[in-house]
């Protein structure tokens, strides 16, 4: 007689972003003490409108002297245990990843980037076979390629709203009325 095996993730229903994906000290992009920080927050929305309470971002982006060479720094492994032990908190990374609430609302703490005057954004989350690519811009930039091709109110999608503190907020609505606008990567 065999015994039945446990159904895998890719046979039973998702998704399962909230299980191990999450990296500890995901959203903390900025290491401590930086007064150039920055916080990017919105919400991520579905075609009705509704937040999406179970998404989850991942975000990269230059360093603000436009470096791009990242650091391992928020996947570090205690060397005791071997746990995941999370940003050391000094070390830039340009790269995080955050879920959204209960309530579809998501926040990062970053450095302002460098070169360019966005932040990559990919978007997994239920019902999308494959993830969504997007730019937040924290400044408009009149020279951007992409920008300039899009009509006012497409190109509006992209733009994170400044607000007070430092913050800016950028909201995803994946279908409807205000779609962000998604690239498309060969």
């Known amino acids: 007689m065999t015994t039945p095996h446990a159904p895998t993730p890719s046979q039973t229903i998702g998704p399962f972003y909230g299980h191990a994906l999450p990296a500890t000290g995901g959203a903390e992009i900025a290491p401590f003490a930086r007064p150039d920080t920055i916080t990017l927050h919105g919400y991520v929305y579905d075609g009705a409108g509704e937040p999406v309470p179970d998404a989850l971002l991942e975000i990269w982006q230059p360093a603000p002297d436009g470096s791009r060479t990242g650091a391992p720094g928020s996947l570090r492994r205690d060397p005791v245990t071997g746990l995941a032990a999370g940003r050391d908190g000094v070390t830039f990374t340009g790269f995080g990843r955050v879920p959204t609430d209960a309530d579809g609302h998501w926040a990062i703490r970053t450095l302002p980037p460098g070169g360019v005057p ?69």
């Open 118 to 186: 966005y932040l990559s954004i990919a978007l997994f989350a239920r019902g999308l076979l494959d993830h969504l690519y997007t730019r937040a811009y924290v400044r408009d930039a009149p020279d951007d390629t992409l920008l300039t091709a899009l009509d006012a109110g497409r190109r509006a999608t992209l733009l994170a709203q400044a607000g007070p503190h430092r913050a800016y907020r950028f909201d995803i609505r994946l279908q409807g009325e205000g779609e962000t606008v998604f690239l498309e990567f060969p």
